[in-house]
């Protein structure tokens, strides 16, 4: 007697499926729709956990491309984050702070960020990273090297116009080493991270600012 023999399975046609995918652009899912059905299948997934699957994958390309467009529009240099800073060659720096700062608490607390310290100990890495963290937790952030920002601010007071910075949430005023700086323009900008928006400071040396007083929204990182 011979044994009964198999029906082949369904091919299931999924042309309709991808094209509504396609539609809603949901093109990684779009993409990915075959291997994951396939997984489904081999595992006999829930037709719910199979959903979510999907979706999360959808979702996870699509934070990924925010990040990468963010940080490209942000103007920060690349390579540079706190999984690669060297704690070990800056041992004055509490470690733990730098992890406290990192969860960009006191950028949704409207406060301003001093880092401040010798040239060559990795001040600017420090705000880049922190940058890159606030992107990743989904801020805006625009970098500035001090003069190009005090040219912008020359400008607009030439053309009478009250100083405006475009959209982000964090902004990043950074003096090149041995750059001049009109202190009274430096004070303004210190007044519109106060009223307006969270900035970053990253000056060369031990001699700005005169005076840090905590109670008008600073941070301070010295080392």
Not at 113 to 140: C, D, M, S, Y
Not at 172 to 186: L, N, S, T, W
Not at 188 to 193: E, R
């Amino acid at each position: 007697m011979s044994a009964p023999r198999q029906t082949p399975a369904a091919k299931v046609d999924l042309d309709a499926t991808r094209a509504r995918l396609e539609r809603l652009g949901l093109l990684r899912a779009h993409e990915e729709l075959d291997a994951l059905i396939s997984d489904a299948v081999k595992t006999q997934s829930a037709p719910h956990a199979f959903l979510d699957r999907l979706l999360d994958t959808e979702l996870m390309y699509r934070e990924e491309r925010r990040i990468r467009t963010s940080l490209k529009l942000s103007g920060l240099p690349s390579g540079q984050t706190l999984g690669n800073f060297d704690f070990a060659f800056q041992p004055a720096i509490e470690r733990s702070r730098i992890e406290t700062l990192a969860t960009c608490q006191w950028i949704r607390e409207n406060r301003t960020l001093l880092i401040q310290g010798p040239p060559g100990v990795g001040k600017t890495h420090l705000a880049i990273a922190l940058g890159v963290r606030a992107v990743e937790n989904g801020f805006g952030v625009v970098f500035y090297r001090l003069e190009e920002l005090l040219a912008l601010m020359r400008r607009d007071a030439e053309l009478g116009n009250a100083v405006h910075f475009p959209g982000p949430d964090l902004q990043f005023k950074r003096k090149r080493h041995g750059a001049p700086a009109d202190q009274r323009r430096v004070q303004a900008l210190v007044h519109v991270g106060f009223r307006h928006r969270n900035i970053v400071f990253e000056p060369s040396g031990h001699g700005f600012p005169h005076r840090v007083d905590d109670s008008q929204g600073f941070i301070t990182v010295f080392y």
